[in-house]
């Protein structure tokens, strides 16, 4: 599989197969599979066949659920913001003052730290990849990082409702400053394997979301 076929777009999708509990289970399976060995081979660097042995599934499997390496790959982008989300979810649904937000990027530092500062985002990671070759699955990006962003933009606004920010903070710029500092960081603490870059960059999109306190 080349990385041509891995980012090839895709035509109409036809009608998904009725599922049933066990297909469910196999079906994800192979989501999970697939997205942990790209996390760590990246998407060209993942084959059918990769997947298809760490999996344990015959290839009619995978293709019954997916027609193309290209729909797998949908399949895996949206499990990785699934995921994040899930992990990051506790912290975000309480983001309701400056402590809140801290406390949500403390804990992602500390998950990089637990990491060993390994592997970076799992949504950066895609889209390093993938954003520059396929309109398809840049579309599947920008709905992913939107989905991790509104939870940001909705605990802002609920710190400018309460008054904690002024009333003409914009939380759309704001939540959108947080999620930048924050893949930025992820990136820097990759390369250098240290935690410090994620740290000095939420550091200070807190202080410039600070300069909009009441």
Request: charged share 25%.
């Amino acid at each position: 599989m080349t990385p041509t076929d891995a980012t090839a777009t895709a035509g109409s999708a036809p009608p998904a197969p009725r599922i049933t509990a066990a297909g469910r289970r196999t079906r994800d399976r192979i989501v999970r599979t697939a997205a942990e060995l790209m996390f760590r081979k990246g998407v060209a660097g993942t084959s059918i066949p990769d997947v298809q042995q760490a999996a344990k599934v015959s290839a009619s499997q995978i293709y019954h659920y997916f027609g193309d390496k290209s729909d797998l790959v949908r399949a895996v982008i949206r499990h990785q913001i699934e995921r994040t989300l899930e992990g990051q979810r506790p912290l975000l649904d309480r983001l309701d003052s400056f402590e809140a937000l801290r406390a949500w990027c403390d804990e992602a530092v500390e998950v990089q730290k637990r990491r060993g500062c390994e592997g970076g985002c799992e949504i950066g990671s895609l889209a390093s990849e993938l954003v520059e070759t396929c309109e398809l699955m840049r579309g599947e990006l920008v709905a992913a990082f939107d989905r991790w962003e509104a939870p940001i933009r909705e605990g802002l606004r609920r710190m400018r409702e309460s008054g904690v920010l002024v009333a003409d903070a914009d939380v759309d710029h704001l939540a959108t400053a947080m999620l930048a500092a924050v893949q930025g960081g992820l990136l820097l603490t990759q390369v250098r394997r240290s935690p410090e870059p994620l740290r000095a960059a939420t550091d200070a999109a807190i202080g410039y979301v600070e300069t909009f306190a009441a």
